[in-house]
Structures are given as C-alpha cells and as structure tokens.
Nanobody, 127 residues
Framework: QLQLVESGGGLVQAGGSLRLSCAAS????????MGWFRQTPGREREFVAA????????AYADSVKGRFTIYRDNAQSTVYLQMNMLKPEDTAVYYC????????????????????WGQGTQVTVSS
C-alpha cells in the first residue's frame, strides 16, 4: 500500500520561502500523477498544484502561480513544492495526494481525483 509522508512545513515571515517534500513508499510510487492541496480550519481543502507522473506537465491554482513550483524526483520517489514570496493567506495545512492514472484534462484540481493522502504539514506565514 502506497504511503505518503509530508515534511518541510514551519513558521516563516511573509516574503520568505519554504520547500515541502512528499516522500512516497511503495513499489509503484513513481507511476502516478501527484498533487498538493491545502486546508484551513472551517474551509474545504483547496487545490494548490499538480504534476504528471513524468514531471512533464504541471498545473497551479491562480493564487500561487508565479510563486510556487511543483517538481519531482522519481529516483527518490519524492514530490516537492517550492514556495516563494509567501503570504499570510498561504497559512494552512498542506497535503500531498496521489492521483490514479487517468487522462490529464485541464488542471486536476478536484479532491475526488485523488485517492491516497498524506497526514499533512503545517505552514504558518506571519505578517
């Protein structure tokens, strides 16, 4: 069974940077599209970014375009989210998730497209 473990969260000042990691275990960890989502208390989980299994395609929420970059190292079975120019509104618990193989149409931004989730890592951006 594939397991996902996020790390790299923490407290940072506005304008700062963090890099989140999502380490996948399992024999087929590199064969899937992957996504990052975030959630704050009382709100639904929202899409942040996604990357195809090969790394050749990416998608971003409008709110993070130009500031966040998703990439992967399949040799290390790890997906990263580089977050720059952080804002207080980026404060949330960040989750990575696996997207089962299916056509990539538009931005894979719906939670129902993903079937396995990590436990989340807290990112707090102070003003």
């Amino acid at each position: 069974q594939l397991q996902l473990v996020e790390s790299g969260g923490g407290l940072v000042q506005a304008g700062g940077s963090l890099r989140l990691s999502c380490a996948a275990s399992g024999r087929t960890a590199t064969s899937y599209d992957m996504g990052w989502f975030r959630q704050t208390p009382g709100r639904e989980r929202e899409f942040v970014a996604a990357i195809s299994w090969s790394g050749g395609r990416t998608a971003y929420a409008d709110s993070v375009k130009g500031r966040f970059t998703i990439y992967r190292d399949n040799a290390q079975s790890t997906v990263y989210l580089q977050m720059n120019m952080l804002k207080p509104e980026d404060t949330a618990v960040y989750y990575c998730a696996r997207r089962p193989m299916s056509p990539w149409v538009g931005a894979p931004s719906f939670t129902y497209e993903y079937d396995i989730w990590g436990q989340g890592t807290q990112v707090t951006v102070s003003s």
